[in-house]
């Protein structure tokens, strides 16, 4: 234990202004003065010399340098405390640390399952410690994913609810998962122990979530309806003592309307909130940064006892962008106003060359593939179109080429053709948003057509913004198909292609023209506007547009579902091998391959072999060598959860043997496609919308399109 002495020495820079003690705890000093001048709280100026409170004071002084300690607590409570408090009332020691010592209290009425699914007593870890015997009556916790932060707050409010008289709690979440997941391990915690069980008066599930306990409080949990737009005007009606909030940060503006005029009832309310930060800069950032009165609490996932580099790098694949990983595991909220594109890589993407001086026709862009993304508007606006080159070699995409179309419908129909003939796209992606003809005129001209560039056209992609997608990332820990959840294989297709988009940006493996402001505005611009409540990006916004980029990260998709996010060589219409080995795109098993492989090949146990038929690759990627050194690395090793993630190996690796590789179709000119099944070489399997799919037989991915391999939809 170090002294508080030590502490300080240790936290305060040289150079930080320093208030005196006095006028530090100024504030302090007022609060715990009564009329008469005597303290009302003698131990006051004791408790507050605990290890965890010094530190706290330390970094308040850091935070906010030159004003006054202006949280309000009690201090820690320790065992000269527990003795004082036993000695004037009839309590036992014991008694009495139930009450002010949650941790203890937790390791005695808190059952938790363990690895093989037994129940055992909840032991809390250091920094759970500092959360749960902390006394603020403002208190927010940044923490990163998986260290407990539901967990530690369920147990803080049963403790409050089961020592406090007539104390009703309300808790607000922003979706029906996170109200359910509340219902249903309160519940869970309540019937392993027989004093609190012997405590619950009832329980209710309809209007809203609700325990009552036999001393008259109630726990009230609601939904804030943040995910659906709705402002949380439900709660507007109760009268809380305490207001704790789960997954803050997803909360809308008008939620916080709603919420927090209710600490203002009673004038000793408390307020607990917590959340992984999703770097908005709203309620939630100005609780942990500028509101003096509020006591955070930030402890990325690095603080959890199991945390090593193995783990570290599985997180980096799983969390896929850079940003995700600050939020998601460092609890960071990231760059200052910062958007789905950082501002590092759009300045690296940007490139000296101007797109007219460009000519397919040169000897540089022998090899190359081209994709051709249209985002189709009416007039005004007018319907925006980018060319998007591949390099397989290297792997680097650019946008070459551009177009602007507001007059009618046929001027757009006309210079998307001649984009087309002037590039040679082997892939045209379209959006569904705006008409329903415009992809069957576009089909006429290739129908009417003898062109070889022009014939193409009969297999563009129509691609649904608003529709959802099927993936084929691996779940982590489901073994069994019947556990996998519809949420878990579908996502929205927007989030998805922006996603890959930001990936490419990430990599280094993205360059426009430096002269294209429009797009480089776009880019900066574009922010995420609703987050789903897994804290994924759900829908977007931008205050300039952003109809060019949406054509863009069209044709980066058309790359991404011919080429992968990887490098792949040697491309044919034949069969790629799919394999259990670390991550998407990581090449044949060597001997970093996991040991319960023979020859890198043979699954062991039941649960891996039900995880390889299932045949779902990952989006992890590898580094590219177009990564500078500000991008994310990607390195082979296990799941987050200690799972192997399974990839698909393109072409170029040892031949499949019976048992041990299945064929994954990826035919080039969509005969494999047709005539092994249209098994999935990508994230994606297809797009819908209602009665509208997106075949992928020309490409070899998705659907199996019709026996010609045209991929053509079907209504």
């Known amino acids: 234990m170090q002294t508080a002495d030590a502490v300080r020495e240790t936290l305060q820079p040289q150079a930080a202004p320093r208030l005196p003690d006095g006028e530090f705890f100024r504030l302090v000093t007022k609060r715990n003065t009564g009329p008469d001048g005597q303290p009302l709280d003698p131990t006051l100026f004791r408790r507050l010399g605990n290890e965890i409170c010094v530190r706290c004071q330390e970094s308040y002084r850091l935070k906010f340098p030159g004003r006054p300690f202006k949280i309000t607590c009690k201090g820690i409570y320790s065992q000269p405390d527990f003795i004082e408090l036993a000695a004037k009332t009839k309590l036992t020691l014991e008694e009495v640390r139930d009450l002010l010592d949650v941790p203890y209290w937790a390791s005695r009425h808190i059952k938790i399952p363990n690895a093989d699914g037994d129940l055992e007593c909840f032991i809390a870890r250091d920094y759970q410690c500092e959360s749960l015997l902390c006394t603020t009556s403002r208190q927010v916790d940044r923490w990163g994913r998986g260290n407990g932060k539901t967990l530690i707050s369920i147990i803080k409010e049963l403790h409050v609810a089961t020592t406090r008289r007539r104390h009703n709690t309300l808790i607000a979440c922003p979706a029906k998962a996170q109200a359910q997941k509340w219902f249903d391990d309160i519940n869970q915690m309540i019937q392993a122990d027989a004093g609190l069980a012997s405590a619950l008066v009832g329980t209710r599930q309809q209007p809203y979530y609700t325990f009552r306990f036999a001393n008259g409080t109630t726990i009230n949990i609601f939904t804030t309806g943040s995910q659906s737009g709705r402002d949380a005007d439900v709660v507007r009606s109760q009268s809380p003592r305490r207001v704790c909030i789960d997954e803050q940060d997803l909360l809308n503006p008008g939620d916080y309307k709603a919420i927090m005029p209710l600490l203002r009832r009673f004038p000793d309310s408390e307020f607990h909130g917590m959340s992984t930060p999703t770097g908005k800069r709203e309620t939630f950032w100005q609780m942990c940064k500028e509101f003096g009165d509020y006591r955070e609490l930030h402890f990325p996932a690095s603080r959890h006892p199991d945390w090593n580099k193995e783990k570290e790098e599985a997180c980096r694949r799983e969390a896929r962008t850079d940003i995700n990983y600050q939020h998601e595991f460092e609890a960071e909220f990231g760059e200052q106003e910062g958007g789905v594109f950082k501002s590092i890589y759009v300045d690296a993407a940007k490139q000296p060359y101007i797109y007219r001086d460009l000519n397919p026709r040169d000897e540089c862009w022998k090899g190359w593939k081209f994709f051709l993304g249209v985002d189709w508007n009416g007039q005004g606006t007018g319907s925006r179109m980018r060319v998007v080159g591949y390099n397989p070699e290297t792997r680097r995409r650019k946008c070459v080429d551009l177009a602007a179309v507001s007059t009618n419908t046929m001027d757009t129909l006309d210079t998307l053709r001649d984009l087309n003939r002037r590039w040679h796209c082997i892939g045209v992606y379209i959006d569904a948003g705006f008409g329903y003809v415009q992809d069957e005129l ?66 280094g493996d993205f360059e426009f023209s430096d002269g294209d402001t429009l797009l480089e505005e776009q880019l900066r611009a574009y922010r995420v506007k609703t987050y789903s409540r897994h804290g994924w990006a759900n829908t977007y916004e931008s205050r300039v547009g952003d109809h060019d980029l949406d054509a863009l990260v069209l044709a980066l998709l058309g790359v991404e579902l011919k080429f992968g996010l990887t490098k792949i060589a040697d491309r044919g219409p034949r069969h790629s091998s799919v394999e259990y080995v670390a991550a998407f795109g990581l090449g044949t098993p060597t001997p970093n391959a996991p040991k319960d492989y023979i020859g890198g090949t043979t699954i062991q146990s039941p649960r891996e072999a039900m995880q390889e038929k299932a045949n779902v690759p990952s989006r992890a990627v590898m580094p590219s060598g177009n990564m500078g050194a500000a991008g994310v690395r990607n390195v082979i090793g296990k799941g987050a959860m200690g799972a192997p993630v399974s990839y698909i190996e393109y072409p170029g690796g040892p031949p499949a043997s019976a048992g041990q590789r299945r064929s994954a179709n990826f035919g080039a000119a969509g005969a494999q496609g047709a005539t092994n099944g249209g098994n999935i070489p990508s994230r994606t399997s297809m797009f819908r919308n209602g009665g509208r799919a997106m075949g992928m037989g020309a490409t070899g991915g998705g659907r199996r399109g019709p026996a010609n391999g045209k991929g053509l939809y079907t209504r």
């Open 442 to 507: 576009i089909k006429l001209i290739g129908y009417h057509s003898n062109d070889p560039d022009d014939k193409r056209l009969l297999d563009i992609k129509v691609v649904d913004f608003g529709a959802n997608m099927k993936t084929n990332k691996l779940v982590p820990n489901r073994g069994n198909d019947k556990y996998l959840q519809k949420q878990e294989l579908e996502r929205p297709t927007k989030p998805f292609m922006v996603e890959g988009a930001q990936m490419v940006l990430e990599m």
